[in-house]
């Protein structure tokens, strides 16, 4: 029997809550993040981590606003750089642990409410990486 769990709308939907944007050290940002949202931002991408990111091991992340939020965000629940969000804003919740742990998926829905849980394992694999593998070929171009 054909599994009614196809695509990605079938097991997400942003519910725009907002979060996920919400507290220390969640944002990582690539080279790439950077320099795509010092463009979007006509900001100086050399200054840009000293203004906009914290550190978080060996990694940077975004810095929070006072209300503790991403320093991107707006109190209208907005992505203010939606168009160039990091990388690991756009994929989620399509990250490649849950190609090889699908169980941390329902995990995670505890504090998103836009993932459906109980999806088959399987499906929820399946999914996932074919969400992934898009989101990959259209950040390479
Ligand atoms: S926590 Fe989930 S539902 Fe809420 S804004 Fe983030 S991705 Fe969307
Ligand atoms: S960059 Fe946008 S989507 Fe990502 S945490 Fe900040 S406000 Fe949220």
Same mark, same amino acid.
């Given at each position: 029997m054909d599994s009614e769990f196809k695509t990605c709308d079938d097991i997400f939907e942003c519910q725009l809550c907002g979060d996920c944007c919400?507290? @220390?050290?969640?944002t990582y940002v690539t080279r790439q993040d950077i320099i795509n949202i010092s463009i979007y931002i006509n900001f100086d991408p050399k200054k840009f981590i000293g203004r906009y990111c914290d550190t978080s091991g060996s990694r940077y992340v975004l810095t929070l606003g006072k209300d503790g939020?991403?320093? @991107?965000?707006d109190k209208n629940k907005h992505c203010t750089i939606h168009p160039v969000k990091p990388y690991m804003c756009k994929a989620w919740p399509f990250i490649q642990t849950i190609i090889k742990y699908p169980e941390n998926w329902d995990a995670m829905a505890n504090s998103c409410p836009g993932m459906k849980k109980d999806i088959p394992y399987k499906d929820l694999q399946k999914i996932v990486a074919m969400e992934k593998e898009g989101l990959d070929k259209s950040s390479r171009t």
């Open positions: 919400n507290g @220390f050290g969640g939020c991403c320093i @991107f965000f």
